[in-house]
């Protein structure tokens, strides 16, 4: 199997996530080599996926972010939506929990099925209050995530922000061409860009302008959700929300992106004293 076919795939997926990450998951697949998929893993009943604390459900989001298992499970640990979302059910059906809140320390992740869980948790918030926590890192998706949560808290230390979506191209043309090889995909006459992405096809400025437009569809999906989420302009988001960067907790305060600074401990205690009430 030639892994940078599949290296190829992963780059050209759409990611919000941080190039360290992005980085990290492609060098990890390149020095591991193949890996098997797997589906996704089945629950058991008894596994509600969050930690009840009084009455607060925890649900952990840590790791890069997927739609499902597959192999970024095996390379490091990951979240997955499909796991965040049946642990978001089991809490708003539990009637032992007054108040939800997500303990985040992620890079972020792929943008795909990521629209579609943002608006779960920004629904479940008009069932029961729901409390993100950067708890150090919500970057990217992560933070998309953050972002739908009635309250958006990050620790003294801990960083938000991240926000935008990134491609990678790879054009293995001149390599190949150097060991005399030729590798090409021939796509049919009415689809002339259907090879466009295979890492022996040369990449072409209109082929950049593409991705270019993919990830600018995406930004703007993402802006948008969280200017919804956090309530106020998407060019407020654009212009405030560093443009890309990380923000550190005091500058996201300032910025608007987070409602406080406070440990999760902080939170917990905060969330069921009020429960208490």
Known sequence: ???????????????????????????????????????????SDADRGYVLVGNVAIIRVGGSIMPRASVFDELFGFTSHEAIGRATDAAVADRQVASIVYDIDSPGGTVYGMPEAADKVAAVGKVKPTIAVANHVAASAAYWYASQ?????????????????????????????REGVKDQLIPNDASPFKAEGWPQTPVTAEGIAYLKSQCNAYGAMFTDAVAKGRGIRSATVERDFGQGRMLLANAALTARMVDRIATLEDVIRDANRKSAR
Do not use: Q
Request: hydrophobic fraction near 45%.
């Open 1 to 43: 199997m030639n892994t940078s076919h599949v290296l190829a795939d992963i780059g050209n997926t759409p990611w919000a996530i941080t190039p360290v990450a992005l980085f990290g998951i492609l060098s990890a697949y390149r020095d591991r080599g193949p890996v098997s998929f797997r589906g996704s893993p089945r629950a």
């Open 149 to 177: 949560c009635g309250e958006v808290v990050v620790t003294p230390a801990g960083a938000v922000g991240c926000i935008g979506v990134l491609m990678r191209n790879v054009d293995e043309t001149k390599a190949l061409e």
